[in-house]
């Protein structure tokens, strides 16, 4: 028997590999293990979600940010991003009319912007959760303290994303400024699980200087934590940023992690990515065909999408809410799936 049929067999019924066997999967994929390993990740996927696909809709509601990420276009080091914060008003509206259109789930996500303290954070959760008391709120905001995040949790929000964007401590640095390092965002995610958050964390694939011994360290990471969310995407270069020149992640790639993903953790909600959808036209399609079960359309008024600009060509920017909900909607159900309108709790 081929020795990836073994491995991914192995990754199916005991979810763990050692790095070295997650180092060969990984570099010795092809097209035949990739097929073998999307047919099992759609069976998993099948099992425990059906043909049903989570929608979550985001809400950016801050592109100032005090961090330096190499990768990122909202930095603060890049002078020519446009800057906006959305007032109280212009979130609650974005809720209203998401809510209209079927999303049971608000994303908050921003840059780490002191503007909003905590205080009114936790204002802005409690009003979210008080006339939305169906639907879960998930927060975006990067690395806080865990008193921070207890009571955010108890002002309301249920979920919180905070990608591990790599595992690998010299790795990181090569990707972020000084004071940033993966020990902290390890600490700041099993803080999340622990005060009780539905957790997601992820990481960009084809980000500079990424082999397979730094996803297999993603892999290894990510079973140690279990959390309930991953999102991965490719890394795409933005132009104002120190990667401009760097090349980015493939589809190919991304598709092949996200099957890993759904056969290692076969519970696990997985975003087919923004990121995914502009390198590749199909690129969510492909990315639901390899195991992924949720996406997260965009709830932010127009006027502020294109200035959310993470990396170059983003998708989207000019489209109203209710165009991505009918564009995704036809989409999925292309592919044999639907869109379905629930919170989209983990295992549910
Ligand atoms: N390419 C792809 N993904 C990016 N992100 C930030 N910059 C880029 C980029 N240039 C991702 C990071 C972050 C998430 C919000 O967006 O993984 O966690
Ligand atoms: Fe936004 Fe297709 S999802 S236009």
């Not at 303290?117 to 303290?145: F, H, N």
Request: hydrophobic share 30%.
């Amino acid at each position: 028997m081929d020795l990836w049929k073994q491995l991914i067999d192995k990754l199916e019924t005991d979810s763990r590999l050692t790095k070295e066997e997650w180092i060969t999967l990984i570099e010795n994929r092809n097209e035949e293990s990739a097929e073998y390993l999307f047919e099992k990740a759609r069976m998993w996927q099948h099992r425990y979600y059906g043909n049903q696909i989570y929608t979550r809709g985001l809400i950016e509601f801050t592109n100032y940010c005090k961090n330096d990420c190499y990768y990122c276009g909202i930095r603060r080091s890049n002078r020519s991003a446009e800057r906006y914060r959305l007032t109280e008003e212009q979130i609650m509206e974005c809720c209203r009319s998401g809510y209209e259109l079927g999303f049971r789930t608000f994303v908050l996500q921003g840059g780490e912007d002191g503007w909003f303290t905590q205080e009114k954070l936790e204002r802005m959760v409690y009003a979210i959760k008080s006339g939305y008391p169906d639907c879960a709120i998930t927060l975006s905001l990067g690395e806080r303290t865990k008193e921070s995040y207890r009571r955010l949790f108890e002002a309301g929000a249920d979920r919180y994303l905070l990608r591990h964007e790599t595992a690998d401590e010299e790795h990181y640095k090569s990707l972020h400024p000084p004071e940033l390092s993966a020990a902290n965002r390890k600490r700041c995610l099993y803080d999340l699980k622990e005060i009780g958050y539905q957790t997601g964390t992820g990481f960009m694939v084809g980000s500079p200087g990424q082999g397979a011994e730094h996803l297999a360290e993603d892999m290894m990471f990510i079973r140690e934590l279990e959390p309930h969310m991953v999102g991965i995407g490719p890394f795409v270069p933005h132009h104002d940023t120190p990667f401009a020149n760097e090349t980015g992640g493939t589809v190919e790639l991304t598709l092949f992690m996200i099957g890993l993903l759904r056969v290692m953790l076969p519970k696990l909600l997985l975003p087919a990515t923004t990121a995914l959808g502009t390198i590749d036209k199909r690129g969510r399609e492909k990315g639901i065909l390899a195991g992924a079960n949720v996406v997260m359309p965009n709830l932010s008024p127009t006027s502020v999408r294109r200035k959310y600009e993470l990396y170059d060509n983003k998708i989207c920017t000019g489209d109203e809410a209710a165009e991505c909900r009918n564009c995704l909607s036809r989409r999925v159900e292309s592919i044999g799936y639907r869109l379905c309108v629930s919170r989209g709790d983990y295992g549910t």
